[in-house]
């Protein structure tokens, strides 16, 4: 699978988006992106996922660019309990398996 | 259902000594995983299970890790002479055959002192 590249943290502001960035530039043609978060003291979350089309569902929105390189997460109107670490991580969806790999993420932190 | 059941949520053992965690999955869930999760890093891929088929094991789990699934419903996860580096978070997880993602349990806390 893919590596990717998400910064170490971010602040976001109570009730601002929050845009996590994420790079997979050696994304390959059959990987999906998905995202994760483990708030604390809790097991990982799954937030959203998609191939190449923006995707939105009641938790986020999934902007991946078009070469497929790099993507976003966004959380529109964050809340203090969207404090987590968010997880990118890119796999290809098959039979044999489908484990994730985990990277370090990306703590977001929102502020009040 | 209420989601993804490991217990205990905590377990503190002395070294050397053998504990066992179990993870009940979602019941149509018919994949089942283990990852490993210590402070600071995200979770690491232990062993996977195809109803009670074991299909992968990672790297990391030594020969005093065992796990199973004997009727492809509930897992256990044994160490065996426990060191202090195994001090870590036990996630399980499960999945349905080709299904978009993972529900996570909410894992147990094992400290070896």
């Known amino acids: 699978d893919a590596k990717t590249t998400q910064p170490t943290s971010m602040d976001c502001a109570e009730g601002r988006a929050a845009n996590l960035p994420c790079n997979h530039s050696t994304i390959s043609g059959n990987e999906y992106v998905y995202w994760y978060r483990q708030i604390h003291s809790q097991g990982p979350q799954y937030i959203i996922h998609?191939?190449?089309n923006n995707e939105t569902n009641e938790m986020a929105s999934l902007i991946i660019t078009e070469d497929r390189k790099s993507s976003t997460l966004i959380l529109p109107h964050a809340t203090l309990r969207d404090t987590a670490v968010y997880y990118c991580?890119?796999?290809?969806?098959?039979?044999?398996?489908?484990?994730?790999?985990f990277g370090g993420g990306t703590r977001l932190m929102v502020k009040p | 259902d209420t989601g993804v059941s490991q217990n205990p949520r905590h377990k503190i053992t002395k070294r050397g000594q053998n504990v066992t965690f179990r993870c009940d999955p979602i019941?149509?869930?018919?994949?089942l995983y283990w990852y490993r999760q210590t402070l600071g890093q995200g979770p690491e891929f232990l062993t996977y299970?195809?109803?009670?088929?074991?299909?992968?094991k990672s790297r990391l789990l030594s020969d005093r890790f065992s796990a199973e699934r004997p009727k492809g419903s509930f897992s256990t996860l044994e160490i065996q002479r426990t060191e202090q580096g195994d001090s870590a978070m036990y996630l399980c997880?499960?999945?349905?055959?080709?299904?978009?993602?993972?529900?996570f349990g909410s894992g147990t806390r094992l400290t070896v002192v």
């Open positions: 019941s149509e869930h018919n994949r």
């Open positions: 997880a499960s999945a349905k055959t080709d299904s978009s993602g993972y529900t």
């Open positions: 998609g191939l190449k």
């Open positions: 299970f195809q109803n009670e088929a074991q299909l992968e």
């Open positions: 991580i890119v796999r290809v969806w098959n039979n044999a398996g489908n484990m994730l790999t």
